[in-house]
């Protein structure tokens, strides 16, 4: 009988004495009201917008809140978003469910909305921002999303891009890609049957990962995709339930390489590793000498 290790851990890293940097809040509502937003999209069946794929990513606006409804087939759409909004107008992406079932989002047959501009199409089914280099400093800002079933981010899966070619995923595909933001909030969602279920990238910060399901990924035969993989200034993992990777595949559950990581209040259970946490790769995230004193030297 194979033997499930299970660890629950709490990790706290001392960041209280860095002031200049706002860590996402673990306390904000999920009952987000239309009324408070300018621009309310509602996706589905008989509404306005028929799939995501209408929404118009491209020129969202702060105050947005896009809610899409559960239908019985999944929605077959890939999008980016890239809205720099504020902590008093953010940019809302929520499933409403039905019955508890979350609206699924697979990559598998996908199509990207025509005219989008989404880079690197291949490593997401769902993206925030698109870093094209140093001098691209308008990132995203304030994005949540909540309560989705996103999958199918799978090398031998395949979809159209936003030139109409049709590509399979890379090996590192993630259920979300988070390239490039600050304050970004993961919430309520299933992460799985992707390479990583998420992966996010050193231009990111101030990251709250909360009360997800993330399993069954991972890259079958290959160490080096996991359920998460993150590099992050500043990120929470709290109240995840963390499965088994897919069959086959010997990655780790939690990697991180972040500085300023808090893992706390987590059910992580199997992978080569249930936890990871390594260095970061970017000279950015320890060179620092304020977050090499609070983020990587102070931890209980």
Same mark, same amino acid.
């Given at each position: 009988m194979k033997k499930l290790n299970i660890l629950m851990i709490v990790i706290l890293i001392d960041i209280l004495s860095v002031q200049s940097i706002a860590f996402a809040s673990s306390t904000t509502s999920t009952n987000w009201s239309t009324s408070s937003f300018k621009y309310v999209y509602e996706v589905g069946p008989?509404?306005?917008?028929? !799939?995501?794929?209408?929404?118009?990513?491209?020129?969202?606006?702060?105050?947005?809140?896009? &809610?899409? $409804?559960?239908?019985?087939?999944?929605?077959?759409?890939?999008?980016?978003i890239t809205t720099t909004a504020t902590r008093e107008e953010p940019v809302v992406?929520?499933?409403?469910? %039905? @019955?508890? &079932?979350?609206?699924?989002?697979?990559?598998?047959?996908? !199509?990207?909305? @025509?005219?989008m501009y989404y880079l690197n199409e291949v490593r997401s089914v769902v993206k925030v921002g698109n870093y094209t280099g140093s001098s691209d400093t308008d990132r995203p800002a304030y994005i949540y999303i909540e309560n989705l079933d996103i @999958?199918?981010?799978?090398?031998?899966? &395949?979809?159209?891009?936003?030139?109409? +070619?049709?590509?399979?995923y890379a090996n590192n595909a993630a259920a979300i890609h988070l390239e490039e933001g600050n304050h970004i909030t993961v919430r309520g969602c299933n992460l799985h049957m992707c390479g990583n279920g998420l992966f996010s990238g050193h231009f990111t910060k101030n990251?709250?990962?909360? @009360?997800? $399901?993330?399993?069954? %990924?991972?890259?079958?035969?290959?160490?080096?995709?996991?359920?998460?993989?993150?590099?992050?200034?500043?990120?929470?993992?709290?109240? %995840?339930?963390?499965?088994?990777? &897919?069959?086959?595949?010997?990655? +780790?559950?939690?990697k991180d390489r972040s500085a300023g990581t808090?893992?706390?209040?987590?059910w992580i259970e199997s992978g080569n590793r249930q936890l990871d946490l390594v260095n970061t790769d970017h000279d950015e995230l320890f060179n620092d000498q304020v977050i090499m004193i609070h983020m990587f030297m102070e931890t209980f």
């Open positions: 008989g509404k306005a917008y028929e !799939t995501p794929n209408d929404v118009p990513w491209e020129s969202l606006q702060p105050s947005s809140i896009v &809610r899409i $409804h559960w239908r019985a087939e999944p929605y077959r759409s890939k999008w980016v992406v929520m499933g409403v469910p %039905n @019955q508890g &079932r979350l609206p699924v989002i697979t990559g598998e047959n996908a !199509t990207t909305r @025509q005219g @999958q199918n981010g799978y090398p031998t899966n &395949r979809f159209t891009d936003r030139k109409g +070619n049709i590509n399979n990251v709250l990962i909360a @009360q997800n $399901h993330i399993y069954d %990924n991972g890259v079958i035969g290959r160490y080096y995709e996991h359920n998460t993989y993150t590099e992050s200034l500043g990120i929470i993992y709290e109240y %995840n339930f963390f499965g088994p990777l &897919r069959d086959g595949c010997i990655g +780790n559950n939690l808090v893992i706390r209040y987590n």
